[in-house]
């Protein structure tokens, strides 16, 4: 004789799902509670049941020759899955988990993720029956806009219509079947072994599927095997805080339903208190923000919100009631897309400031916290000693001297845990690619409820923050083939002191920069193989062979691709032009010792400054190498004069001849004299480009220059305060267009001396 079943479809995550899971639990007494999760955790559910603060997961891994791939089961306290643990346990249940094992997760990164996808036609058609946007909204309609007390009063029954619509018309892929089969086998043992009362807790999609094998099911009372792990593949599972923003929809996450802050009201407190806190946390968001947000705002908010729920049947202000009527309430300007609750997905960029609060509001700040005694990578306690060793924990302001040995140490220790993207750690100064030989760092370091979470799922990258910083590198690489990405990744290999992965990118970067098509791309290699090579003694790659080679071979690439260029009056591009700025230096630096002789690099530099087919930047640079190199130019006398070449070819020229030509001040008065003869509409067409020469400058170096002018003038002292015009520069000068478009219409209508 078999135990009675009783199998509750749910929506993860939807607080009227969980009330129905709490009274069918309190009504049944069960001896076997199954709740749709990863059965390689079912021997660790008092884990989970040490007493977290939720929203917290099950967050599992597998590493292997394929790469590694991560999956998360999120709980939040009105998480039907959450409530039948907890309520289980505390019944005395038997709670297990029957699902397929974590590590098994092939095309989700969310163990929860809704079947939605797989039966959009009949959702749509139900949509369009019930005149809402969406599924989400459609939900709220038919589940979670009644009363708590309609829990007992139809809500079992309407699920299961829902459910069994939407699965009736989908076609179930593989790896559903494959669960379906697989927790039929647990819900069927359970029953078989005639204890009590079963009761499986699982998602609604699954349901019907699940009711139809257990009609024809004959297992044993043995429970089924969890499957063992494949070889040479290391697996893991462990608990993670969770937070709001990663449940919900509008920030990306792919299942369950959104705006969780709502929801957790929802369940705490009911339907009028949760549209009642939702406006409360909205004007508070706002008003915080200095948006102004009258109290006859919120009358009309509210009877706007009540209308609107009187009008679609719902006893209450649902979720979307409330928000429309704030929108009507508080938003007068018009939208210029649509409202992100009538889709599904992340909040789109460019929404109304209002807007963008609403669904902060929505989502709420909450964020989980683990119970003391809860299991956790190694990684995550050696991280936590070394930073306490090395006096980097707790919040504060450190500056690092890289000539010292620990904090060499130190700095290596924060570049990876940088590069794993750990929060609480950012850098402000220290050493860049490029010629940049600062010994010196500044980090800012602060607590973050985020850090813990970070950690455990670094450790799925690696057993030591050196390998999972080695690991991370290393995956970026292979997800990336371009030169100069690949050399900004090498450089960063160097920082966090990995030797090794440092000399696989050096030899990618070596065949990147030999094939490069690009010369901005080979620009930056280019930078960041010079400046490792020159002087990063620090770094452990000075003097590298390797990285000489890279050098040389960018070098002359970069020479032959730039004399390839052709475009015409084309804008300058700045990535371009720092890569013969890098070539300049590669020279300048390297000289004898790596064999670069600037005789090439001249005869180039020469060749490209008088072709009228190559861009104006190309040849601005072109004389600037030659005048870099120490050749003797004219660059006075070779400044064009038509506006509309003259800014780019000063990018150009000042991207790789800055110094030379902060000392001629025969060039500055060519050019201030060529500027102040400009007529204001040919200065208008200059001015953009005017502007982004210039930004080749240092701001001191910009305030020297200004300097010189205000000296040309007669003037006396600083130029500084040329450099801090308040009103925009292309405003001003396109008054000035005007005035003079208008003076001329004057004159030649003789009206000028009226």
């Known amino acids: 004789m078999a135990a009675p079943v009783h199998v509750v479809g749910v929506r993860h995550h939807s607080p009227a799902c969980a009330r129905l899971v709490r009274e069918t639990i309190a009504a049944h007494r069960p001896a076997h509670v ?101 599924v989400d909204v459609l939900w709220d309609h038919l589940v979670e806009a009644h009363p708590h007390e309609d829990v007992t009063g139809g809500l ?130 706002l008003r915080k923000r200095r948006q102004p947000v009258s109290t006859a705002d919120l009358i009309s908010a509210k009877a706007l919100g009540d209308g609107l729920a009187a009008m679609r049947g719902h006893p209450y202000p649902a979720r979307t009631d409330v928000l429309d009527g704030l929108v009507s309430a508080l938003v007068s300007d018009a939208l210029d897309q649509p409202l992100p609750w009538t889709a599904r997905g992340p909040l789109a960029a460019g929404a109304h400031p209002v807007v963008v609060e609403m669904v902060a509001a929505l989502t709420g700040d909450r964020t989980g916290r683990l119970h003391q005694d809860t299991p956790a990578p190694p990684l995550v306690g050696a991280v936590a000693q070394e930073l306490t060793a090395l006096g980097l924990d707790g919040d504060r302001d450190v500056r690092l001297d890289l000539t010292d040995g620990t904090d060499l140490r130190r700095s290596r220790v924060l570049h990876r845990l940088r590069v794993l993207g750990i929060p609480g750690v950012a850098r402000k100064s220290g050493p860049s690619a490029g010629r940049d030989a600062t010994a010196s760092e500044r980090w800012q370091l602060t607590d973050s409820d985020r850090r813990e979470a970070a950690l455990i799922e670094a450790a799925a990258l690696g057993g030591t923050l050196p390998d999972a910083a080695s690991a991370t590198l290393a995956a970026m690489a292979e997800a990336r083939d ?63 062979p390797l990285l000489g080679t890279v050098v040389t071979t960018a070098t002359t690439r970069a020479l032959w691709l730039a004399e390839g260029v052709r475009g015409g009056a084309a804008p300058a591009e700045p990535a371009r032009l720092r890569a013969l700025a890098a070539v300049r230096d590669a020279i300048r630096d390297g000289g004898a010792a790596l064999d670069l002789d600037k005789e090439p690099a001249v005869g180039v530099g020469g060749r490209l400054f008088a072709n009228q ?27 064009p004069r038509s506006p509309s070449v003259l800014g780019d070819w000063l990018a150009g020229l000042f991207a790789v001849a800055r110094e030379e030509v ?87 209508a003789g009206l000028a001396d009226l």
């Open 34 to 134: 199954l709740v749709e999760g990863p059965a390689d955790f079912s021997g660790r559910i008092g884990e989970l049941l040490l007493g977290h603060t939720p929203p917290v997961a099950i967050f599992s891994y597998v590493r292997g020759a394929g790469g590694t791939r991560l999956s998360w089961a999120p709980f939040c306290d009105y998480s039907p899955e959450w409530i039948a643990l907890t309520d289980g346990h505390a019944a005395g249940a038997e709670v297990r988990f029957i699902d397929l094992p974590g590590w098994r997760a092939t095309d989700t990164e969310n163990v929860y993720a809704d079947a939605e996808r797989r039966y959009a036609e009949a959702s749509e058609r139900l949509c369009r029956a019930f005149s809402v946007d969406n």
């Open 662 to 748: 902060l000392d001629d001040d025969g060039l500055t008065s060519v050019l201030d004299a060529l500027v102040s003869a400009l007529s204001a509409h040919d200065f208008l067409v200059a001015l953009p480009a005017l502007r982004q020469a210039f930004e080749f400058f240092p701001p001191a170096e910009r305030e020297r220059f200004a300097t010189a002018l205000v000296a040309r003038r007669g003037g006396a002292g600083s130029g500084r305060g040329l450099l801090r015009v308040r009103t925009d520069p292309v405003l001003v000068a396109g008054g000035a267009a005007i005035e003079e478009a208008i003076d001329e219409m004057l004159t030649r």
């Open 482 to 544: 371009e030169v100069g990405a690949l050399a900004g990744l090498l450089y960063d290999a160097a920082l966090c002191g990995l030797a090794d992965l440092a000399g696989d990118l050096t030899t990618r970067v070596a065949a990147g920069v030999r094939s490069a098509r690009e010369l901005g791309p080979l620009g930056a290699a280019l930078r960041v193989a010079l400046g490792l090579w020159r002087h990063d003694r620090l770094l452990g790659t000075a003097g590298s």
């Open 613 to 639: 087919d190559a861009p104006p930047d190309l040849r601005g640079a072109g004389l600037g190498l030659c005048w870099a190199l120490g050749e003797p130019v004219a660059a006075a006398a070779a400044v």
């Open 156 to 285: 079992a029954e309407r699920l299961t219509t829902y459910f069994d619509l939407v699965r009736g018309e989908a076609d179930a892929g593989s790896e559903d079947t494959a669960r379906e089969e697989y927790m039929a086998r647990w819900i069927a043992a359970a029953a078989a072994r005639d204890e009590g009362p079963v009761v499986a807790v699982v998602g609604g999609f699954h349901r019907p599927a699940l009711l139809a094998r257990l009609a024809t099911a004959c297992a044993g009372p043995d429970w089924p095997e969890v499957p063992d792990v494949p070889e040479d593949t290391d697996v893991g599972s462990y608990l993670v805080p969770y937070s709001n923003r990663r449940l919900d929809a509008f920030t990306g996450y792919a299942s369950g339903m959104p705006s969780p802050g709502y929801y957790q009201r929802l369940w705490e407190s009911g339907q009028k208190d949760a549209a009642t806190g939702l406006v409360a946390d909205v004007v508070t968001r």
